[in-house]
Nanobody, 122 residues
Framework: VQLQASGGGLVQAGGSLRLSCAASGSIFSINAMGWYRQAPGKQRELVAT???????KYVDSVKGRFTISRDNAKNTMYLQMNSLKPEDTAIYYCKGRATSYSGTYLSTDDHWGQGTQVTVSS
């Protein structure tokens, strides 16, 4: 299973970006998914999560500004980021818990995308 994150870029404060995370491979199902971010010199932090059924959770700093969503038919997750602030600058990573085919068995593992850079200028 591979996760491909995209959609990052450079935006001015107050602007918006939409990140995507597409999963591919021998996927049986994708369960919980989430977005994480890591700013320079800081530890990676959880930004938002979404279950297969659509239940969401957010870190307090992004509540009301970011919206996580997913399209199960496309095995894709999104993060709509509005009212961006300079402190949102980070590399954003997606993570998914996927059940995949492994020979005649099913295997459930966590998978990470490669990260996409988000830079918010003041």
């Amino acid at each position: 299973v591979q996760l491909q994150a995209s959609g990052g870029g450079l935006v001015q404060a107050g602007g918006s970006l939409r990140l995507s995370c597409a999963a591919s491979g021998s996927i049986f199902s994708i369960n919980a998914m989430g977005w994480y971010r890591q700013a320079p010199g800081k530890q990676r932090e959880l930004v938002a999560t979404i279950t297969r059924g659509g239940s969401t959770k957010y870190v307090d700093s992004v509540k009301g500004r970011f919206t996580i969503s997913r399209d199960n038919a496309k095995n894709t997750m999104y993060l709509q980021m509005n009212s961006l602030k300079p402190e949102d600058t980070a590399i954003y990573y997606c993570k998914g818990r996927a059940t995949s085919y492994s020979g005649t068995y099913l295997s459930t593992d966590d998978h990470w995308g490669q990260g996409t850079q988000v830079t918010v200028s003041s």
